[in-house]
């Protein structure tokens, strides 16, 4: 199963209102962080938030990490029809003999204008 | 400073081949990982690489294999490909090595096996 699971699976707002997106995971992390691609591209960095962080901010993105509750959320203010893609968090797994980086199935966001 | 780089973008191949794949981190990169990205998986890890190093992979057969070069440059292959290895490959470089910094991935390559 995967490490971390986004929630909701797809999203659809109109321009100008905010988005958000959940992402729960399994086991303990060192860090989580956040990537969005469009239609089948590469991914594109987001945020990084380390287990230590509680809240990160980066223009209108705002992540949150709550690791007693094993989960993250991304919230996107004010959103624009080029916000339109998939948000996938990705977690690393702090310990075991498989260290990798592993990523949700994604929550596919359409903004409609 | 270029972004990743892969070559080929796309690639048709049949049953039973094999395909080496390659990835141009940015400059200044040391660590390169492989992803997998298939509709019904997701993204899967397959490997990365540090120095020349493997340092971590994934759980995926011995048929995919992969390997890293002094200028950091790294090839994945897949051997006798089987229809169920369709999928865009992804790679990403990082400063370092782990997973403490952010990945840069480039635009993938899209495999099809007939």
């Known amino acids: 199963s995967q490490q971390g699971e986004e929630d909701p699976q797809a999203l659809s707002i109109q321009e100008g209102e905010n988005a958000t997106m959940n992402c729960s995971y399994k086991?303990?992390?060192?860090?989580l962080q956040w990537y969005r691609q469009n239609s089948g591209r590469g991914l594109v960095h987001l945020i990084l938030i380390r287990s230590n962080e509680r809240e990160k901010h980066s223009g209108r993105l705002r992540v949150t990490l709550d690791t007693s509750k094993k989960s993250s959320s991304l919230l996107i203010t004010a959103s624009r029809a080029a916000d339109t893609a998939s948000y996938f968090c990705a977690t690393d797994a702090s310990g075991g003999s498989n260290y990798k980086l592993t990523f949700g199935k994604g929550t596919l966001l359409t903004v409609n204008p | 400073k270029a972004g990743v780089t892969q070559t080929p973008r796309y690639l048709i191949k049949t049953r039973g081949q094999q395909v080496t794949l390659s990835c141009s981190p940015i400059?200044?990169?040391?660590?390169v990982s492989w992803y997998q990205q298939t509709p019904g998986q997701g993204l899967q890890f397959l490997f990365e690489y540090f120095s020349e190093t493997q340092r971590n992979k994934g759980n995926f057969p011995g048929r995919f294999s992969g390997r890293q070069f002094s200028n950091s440059r790294s090839e994945m292959n897949v051997s006798t490909l089987e229809l169920g290895d369709s999928a865009l490959y992804l790679c990403?470089?990082?400063?370092?090595?782990?997973?403490?910094?952010?990945?840069?991935f480039g635009p993938g390559t899209r495999l099809t096996v007939t």
């Open positions: 400059s200044g990169h040391r660590s």
């Open positions: 086991t303990s992390i060192n860090n």
């Open positions: 990403a470089s990082s400063l370092g090595a782990g997973w403490s910094y952010e990945q840069y």
